[in-house]
């Protein structure tokens, strides 16, 4: 496994992020903890989580199966660098009570020991805002912080689904309080088929110094191979995937983007990996495995190398929007 550093931390990351949204809802706890062992013994050491993961009357459940994992072990816990989010209405029923979500101060002091309770644990690595809150301050939010970071409850901060100019106001805010460091690390949509982090977000990320944490790599199952598999009688394309399928222009770009990398011998979810690994701030991806299986082919992606011809081949099926401001002015 390769490493980086965090953004402008001293904390060091694998450049592959274990996601674990599956686990509980499609992945059982067994099979959860035999995927986390198997990347703890490849050397991925950087777990995301969120308070939500689970869904619906199970809010909760992920946490829940990543602490007893490490109450198997000690060592689980001291090797592992543990992201969560807090954002989300924790109420089964959707309706959640006043102050029991969003980024206030209360909510913020009830969510991180509600986590802390659920993953077994004293402490969080990385806790992320997994939303911006329009309703509330900075000076709140990080005064909430600053508290949590004093008691030894939480390392660091990160963010979720930012645009740039919130990463901006985020950490211009939290210097001109002189407190926390503020932000460093961005969790946005990002893949060779979603590049518009490019325009704003990921400049700002690289700005202020925060490590890029692309979620949805292969953008739902698009960039895995899809029509091939399709073709063999596989699982077929669901959800975002299928929806762009059904528009002919997108179904020819995913063609040639299978047939390049047909003809260079590439599996297309391991390319979509590798290509991330290739981006200007970006940490790593996260890939959320379902089996072991699945993490096997995205450990390959770590030591894929493409090839320039690879590379502009890529950008010519997906070019990007291009520099902010030239993107969109002279």
Do not use: C
């Given at each position: 496994m390769k490493y980086t550093q965090l953004g402008r931390t001293?904390?060091?990351?694998?450049?592959?992020?274990?996601?674990?949204?599956?686990?509980?809802?499609?992945?059982?706890?067994?099979?959860?903890?035999?995927?986390?062992?198997?990347?703890?013994?490849a050397g991925i050491n950087f777990f995301d989580t969120a308070n939500v993961y689970g869904w619906g009357e199970n809010k909760g459940r992920t946490e829940e199966i990543i602490g007893n994992w490490f109450a198997k072990s000690p060592d689980h816990r001291d090797k592992t660098v543990l992201a969560t989010k807090v954002y989300g209405n924790m109420a089964a029923d959707g309706d959640a009570w006043p102050n029991h979500d969003k980024l206030s101060a209360v909510n913020i002091?009830?969510?991180?020991?509600?986590?802390?309770?659920?993953?077994?644990?004293?402490?969080?690595?990385?806790?992320?805002?997994?939303?911006?809150?329009?309703?509330?301050?900075?000076?709140e939010i990080w005064q909430a912080i600053d508290t949590l970071i004093q008691q030894g409850k939480i390392l660091y901060v990160g963010s979720?689904?930012?645009?740039?100019?919130?990463?901006?106001?985020?950490?211009?805010?939290?210097?001109?309080?002189?407190?926390?460091i503020g932000l460093v690390s961005e969790q946005c949509l990002y893949n060779l088929a979603e590049r518009r982090a490019e325009m704003e977000v990921i400049p700002a990320a690289q700005e202020y110094g925060l490590g890029v944490i692309p979620w949805s790599p292969l953008q739902g199952g698009?960039?895995?191979?899809?029509?091939?598999?399709?073709?063999?009688?596989?699982?077929?394309?669901?959800?975002?995937?299928?929806?762009?399928?059904?528009n002919p222009t997108s179904r020819a770009q995913i063609q040639a983007y299978e047939d390049l990398l047909d003809k260079h011998g590439i599996e297309?979810?391991?390319?979509?990996?590798?290509?991330?690994?290739?981006?200007?701030?970006?940490?790593?991806?996260?890939?959320?495995?379902?089996?072991?299986?699945?993490?096997?082919?995205?450990?390959?992606?770590v030591e894929l190398e493409l090839s320039e011809e690879?590379?502009?081949s890529l950008d010519e099926i997906f070019p990007g929007p291009g520099p902010s401001p030239e993107a969109f002015a002279w």
């Open positions: 001293g904390l060091k990351v694998s450049r592959l992020v274990l996601g674990t949204m599956n686990f509980g809802p499609q992945t059982d706890e067994a099979d959860s903890h035999a995927i986390m062992d198997a990347a703890l013994d002091r009830r969510a991180v020991d509600a986590s802390l309770k659920r993953l077994q644990t004293d402490y969080i690595d990385v806790y992320q805002f997994h939303h911006i809150d329009r309703a509330t301050p900075f000076e979720s689904n930012f645009p740039g100019y919130k990463i901006a106001q985020a950490n211009e805010i939290a210097a001109r309080r002189g407190g926390t698009l960039l895995g191979g899809v029509i091939k598999k399709e073709i063999s009688g596989g699982r077929r394309a669901s959800g975002r995937a299928a929806d762009t399928l059904a297309p979810g391991e390319a979509a990996l590798a290509w991330l690994l290739t981006r200007p701030g970006v940490t790593g991806p996260i890939v959320g495995p379902r089996t072991a299986e699945q993490l096997e082919s995205a450990l390959r992606a690879v590379l502009t």
